[in-house]
C-alpha cells in the first residue's frame, strides 16, 4: 500500500510534470502565432507591389511600365498567384515561386521569352525589393530576391541556354540569406546609390550558405559561404562538411547523376555550337 507521503508526492510531481507540459505548449503556440504572424506580414509587403509603379522618390532604375502595357498584366498575374500559394515555410514560398512562374509560362510565354520585356519586369521587382530593404522590410525583400532569380535561372536555362539546369538551391539560400548577402545583391543591381550607406552598415556580417544535407545539425543549416563544399560532380548541392556530404549522399545521389549527365550533354553541345560558328 502506497504511503500517504508518497501518494503527495506523486501528485506533485504529475502536477508539476502538467505545469510544464502546458507551458510547453504554450510556447509552441505562441512560437507558432508568431510565424503566422511574420508570414501574413511577408505576404501583405509582397502585395504592396501590385501597383504600376513603386512610391519612392527614387525608383532605383525602374521606368514605370506604359499604361495598359503587357508586362504590368504579367507582374500582376504573377503576385496574385504567389500571394494565393504563399505559406508559413520556405519551402512553400518556393512551391509557390514555380506555381505563379507556371501560371506566366502558360498565360503570356511571349513576354517570358522575350529577353527585352523580362529585364524591364526583374527591374521593377529589384526596385520594390531596394525599397522593402531601405524600408526594414527584409523579409519581403527576401522573398523579392528569391522571385528574382526564379526569373534569372529561368532566363538562363530556357531563353539564353547559358546553363544545363535550374539551380534552385540559390532560391533557399536568399530566403534565409544574410543581411550582407541581401543588400549585397541588390546593390549590385540597382543603377542608384540608395544602398551604399546599407551596404556599409552590414559589409562585416559574413556571408552565409545553406547546407543541402536535410539533417544538418547546424542551426539553420547555415555555414559561412567561404568554408562550404560543393558536389563537384553535379556542382549544384553544397555542403557544410564532409560528414554532412556522406550523409546526404543516399538521396543526393539519383538527383547528382541527372544533372551531372545534363551537365556534360550542355557542354557537348556547347563545343559542337562553338566550332560551328568558327
Known sequence: MVSRKKAKGKARKAAKAKKEEEEEDSSAAAAQQREQEGALEAQL??????????????????????????????????????????????????????KAMDAVDKKYPEVLYDSSKMKHILSYFLSGGTDHILNGRDGAARTTVAVIIMFEEFIAFSVQKTQAVLHLQKLMEMLIADDHTLVSFFRKRITCSCLDKKHKEVKSIKKMGYCNNDKCPLPGRKVERSKMLYCTRCSVAYYCSRDCQKAAWSEHREFCKEKAERNAKFEQEMRIRDQNSM
Open 45 to 98: 509587403q509582397m502585395q504592396r507591389l501590385l501597383i504600376d509603379s513603386p512610391p519612392s522618390p527614387c525608383q532605383h532604375g525602374f521606368d514605370p511600365f506604359p499604361e495598359g502595357d503587357v508586362r504590368c498584366r504579367v507582374v500582376r498575374l504573377y503576385l496574385e498567384t504567389f500571394n494565393s500559394g504563399v505559406g508559413i515555410k520556405d519551402r512553400n514560398k518556393i512551391d509557390a515561386i514555380l
